[in-house]
């Protein structure tokens, strides 16, 4: 598109692709919300006025406005590939997003992020990826691959590539550790967003990391925790994810003046929850919370462009990109335009592409065989740590408790609802093999199991025994990753052979099998809305308090492997 024809479609001398007509535009420069008839030339916005138009859509009684971007997300919890991900939202107004892909670089490294890039070639939305800075996400672990300064820098020279991913290790960044302060200088050379990770992050420690020119975080749970970071000059991304749902205690600190610091995200959505919400129903929720709805737009829109740098994105404006959601004054999308054409409608996708099926290696490598006896604790104490779930919050505890004990080994207490847990190194067949306790599932028989385990993503598995724990892992590794329930024998399960994270399959159909694994799950005691994404996080040995990984495991607030036993 050349800029003079667009000038000449803005002066009414060519005539217009597509006029939006009779509809209220969402302004999120004045702050308005006015009548206006937007036309449409080579894939931008021309003007508000025009003569004719080779086609036209009246938009009578709606509001037209910006396609919504979501700021922060990990498309790999979706369990999809980017067309399936398309698929459910673009037809509710997200028409880009910016995607983490550490899940998959954590197994894979670069060919994993190059493969996702790829794969989402020629859906109808706007892919932007952050190059992650935290792979592995600490020393701690054991992953796939690494990525260091350089193949940082070689990702940040993509144009698709915005910023650098969150940085999780906080406390590297606050005691200068020379590898971590490497990365966020590569960074800020090539002048790129750097994502932040701060969790709880507080007084001199927040300003220390804010000092490090990280721009934002997706990590707050309550209003003053926001609030002190907001002062500390760090953006704050407002989450509602399926694990971590923050909205109801951030909406508190929305106010007239701070809202062009204020972004929407969805971290991580499972693939029911894909199929149910996104970025939409946060803003009718905002709105519904008596914040201006311009203000909530703002937010899902042209703040997330600014912020990336994703020029002429954001905003329906004379020679912006016409990426539009129209929608009623409910805030239902009933349309969509991208690029200039229509591609969904009334909750439809109606735009065709084909989605691309790309070969990629397996991703088990596991050091055989594992044995029954591999699960075995010794009993070396009376009391031990135990990692205590906190119910819908990716956060835990820490508690002691007596282990109970046969025949001097450790095993699963159900009636008290202590169980074993172990982490099974997946990627170097390292033969790595983490052991704790864990409370909070229920179990009271069987095994659950999954590949999907935050971020290093080796085989977590929790168990009322050990031979049904052996079964799961087992089952796990012969399908190529996913999620299994076992008691016995497989009761369900859900198969992700792409690194261990991802289907090919339609969404409906992975959501069917999510179900039926989840409920599998509910057959063997535990009463955890969704104990597999409970369990993905047991071994994210960066979010407080004790979690476990294949090396063991981890007090958070010490960063620093600990015993099982402390007595």
Request: glycine content about 8%; overall charge negative; aromatic content about 4%.
């Amino acid at each position: 598109m050349r800029i003079r024809d667009l000038i000449a479609a803005a002066r009414g001398e060519l005539e217009a692709d597509l006029l939006l007509e009779g509809g209220e535009l969402v302004n999120v420069f004045s702050g308005e919300i006015h009548r206006a008839d937007v036309s449409i030339y080579g894939g931008y916005v021309a003007g508000f006025d025009c003569s004719s138009a080779r086609r036209v859509i009246s938009v009578e009684d709606m509001l037209i406005a910006p396609g919504f971007i979501d700021a922060h997300v990990h498309m790999e919890s979706s369990m999809v590939m980017p067309s399936e991900y398309a698929r459910a939202v673009v037809p509710r107004g997200t028409l880009a997003v910016i995607a983490d892909p550490h899940e998959i670089a954590n197994v894979m490294g670069v060919e994993g992020i190059s493969y996702l890039l790829r794969s989402a070639e020629g859906i109808p939305m706007r892919f932007f990826v952050t190059a992650p800075s935290c792979v592995p996400a600490t020393p701690l672990e054991t992953s796939g691959a690494a990525l260091g300064v350089s193949e940082i820098a070689s990702l940040l020279e993509d144009p698709r590539v915005v910023g650098l991913g969150e940085m999780m290790n906080y406390p590297g960044v606050v005691h200068g550790d020379g590898s971590v302060l490497a990365k966020l200088e590569v960074a800020a050379s090539k002048n790129k967003t750097i994502c932040g990770h701060a969790p709880g992050l507080r007084g001199g420690d927040l300003h220390a990391y804010a000092a490090a020119l990280i721009e934002n975080n997706h990590e707050c749970t309550g209003a003053d925790e926001a609030m002190e970071q907001l002062r500390s000059g760090i953006c704050i991304m407002i989450r509602e994810g399926s694990a971590a749902r923050n909205l109801d205690d951030l909406v508190r600190i929305i106010r007239d003046y701070n809202t062009p610091n204020i972004m929407l995200c969805t971290d991580d959505l499972d693939p029911r929850d894909l199929m149910e919400r996104h970025i939409d129903r946060m803003i009718r929720r905002i709105t519904d919370a008596g914040i201006d709805p311009v203000a909530a737009i703002q937010m899902a829109t042209i703040n997330p462009a600014r912020h990336f740098g994703l020029r002429r994105t954001g905003a329906v404006a004379p020679g912006y990109r016409a990426d539009i959601a129209v929608m009623d004054h409910d805030f239902n999308v009933r349309r969509v335009i991208f690029e200039g054409r229509e591609v969904a409608r009334d909750g439809k996708l109606t735009a065709s592409f084909e989605s691309k099926r790309l070969p990629l290696q397996s991703s088990m490598n596991v050091r055989m065989p594992i044995r029954r006896e591999s699960f075995r604790i010794p009993a070396a104490g009376r009391i031990a740590r135990v990692i205590r779930v906190v119910p819908n919050q990716i956060l835990t505890e820490m508690i002691a408790a007596r282990s109970a004990v046969r025949d001097g080994k450790v095993v699963s207490d159900t009636v008290n609802d202590i169980l074993k847990i172990a982490v099974v190194e997946r990627h170097r067949a390292t033969g790595n093999l983490g052991l704790g306790l864990v409370s909070g599932f229920g179990l009271k028989r069987g095994a659950i199991a999954s590949s999907v385990s935050h971020d290093s993503h080796n085989i977590t598995v929790v168990g009322a025994d050990d031979e049904n724990m052996l079964r799961a892992v087992e089952s796990l590794i012969s399908m190529g990753g996913g999620w299994v329930a076992v008691d016995g024998k497989a009761l369900a399960s859900l198969s992700l052979p792409i690194a261990g994270l991802l289907s090919e399959r339609c969404l409906e159909d992975v959501v069917e099998d999510v179900e039926d694994v989840i409920s599998a799950a509910h057959s063997l005691g535990s009463e955890l809305e969704d104990p597999f994404m409970t369990l993905s996080f047991m071994a994210l040995p960066v979010i407080p308090e004790l979690r476990i990984t294949d090396r063991g495991l981890v007090d958070v607030r010490e960063f620093r492997h600990v015993p099982l036993f402390m007595e």
